[in-house]
């Protein structure tokens, strides 16, 4: 309160604190009083119901700016949870979830003791007694694979869609095979990546380098089947597979799938590490090869 003199008359000067949320209120408040915006539009600006915007614009007429505050400032919350009912709850705590987070010592205060709490109220009353801090969890270090010790061992698989012929004809997919351990590379170019070039480019592979023990490929739908098993095949034990995992299947290979593109960055890398335009010397584009070219150390 602060007080001046008027023609011999002390006269009090009420000051009002206001939050910044009511201050920006209030200049709108004022915008659609003196007609300078319309109440449907200052209830757009406040982020509030046209209804509500009414009622604070009447009582800010008949009360001045005070009309802006919140008519519970300095009350007690209606949601506020009574102190005793905070105390037997931290009791609880105390006494049969110390070890818990407040998730889920709130879960089970409202499962075991019929208790309703949010972990949120619980997690703040908590670190107002120092009794829990949040910690956090550290992503487990992902290590570096290391490369099999011989050839054959593993076998990496990806299909690159790129401009190849930088314009010059059609967008080809190179079907890319990488051996783990000796990085030797084998490629052949296809119109699209589907089951037929998978099967293609890999009986070539195998007609020059033999079969390998295992590959490693993404979760395509031409080497993984995306279908849910039938009851038959439920009843005889066996996954749906796709044709290349049938094939896979019989030759005895090992496969493995990737979890992200990450995963088999090799290939990925690989890839970049062709010159578009001159990597064939055919004649045709479809079909043309790569092989014995050894991945950049």
Known sequence: MSSRREDGIMARKETITMSIEELRRINIVRQAISKCITQKKAAELIGISYRQTKRIVERVRKEGEQGIIHRLRGRRSNRKIPEEVRAKIMELYHGQYPDFGPTLASEKLSERDGIEVDHETLRRWLRSE????????????????????????????????????????????????????????????????????????????????????????????????????????????????????????????????????????????????????????????????????????
């Open 130 to 297: 120092r009794e829990w801090e949040w910690q956090r969890r550290r992503k487990k270090h992902k290590e570096w694979r290391q490369r099999k010790d011989y050839f054959g061992e593993m076998l990496q698989i990806d299909g690159s869609h790129h401009d190849w012929l930088e314009g010059r004809g059609p967008e080809l997919v190179l079907m890319g095979y990488i051996d783990d351990a000796t990085g030797i590379v084998y490629g052949r170019f296809y119109p699209y990546e589907g089951t037929m070039p998978a099967m293609d480019s890999f009986l070539r592979y195998i007609k020059k380098y033999g079969i390998p023990q295992s590959v490693y490929l993404d979760k395509h739908t031409t080497y993984k089947s995306p279908k849910k098993q039938s009851i038959e095949e439920q009843l005889r034990g066996e996954e749906s597979m796709s044709q290349f995992e049938r094939a896979m299947k019989e030759l005895g290979v090992i496969m493995i799938y990737a979890g992200s593109p990450q995963a088999k960055g090799r290939i990925e890398r690989l890839f970049g590490t062709f010159p578009t335009g001159s990597v064939w010397t055919g004649p045709t584009y479809q079909g043309d090869e790569i092989s014995r070219y050894r991945e950049p150390r």
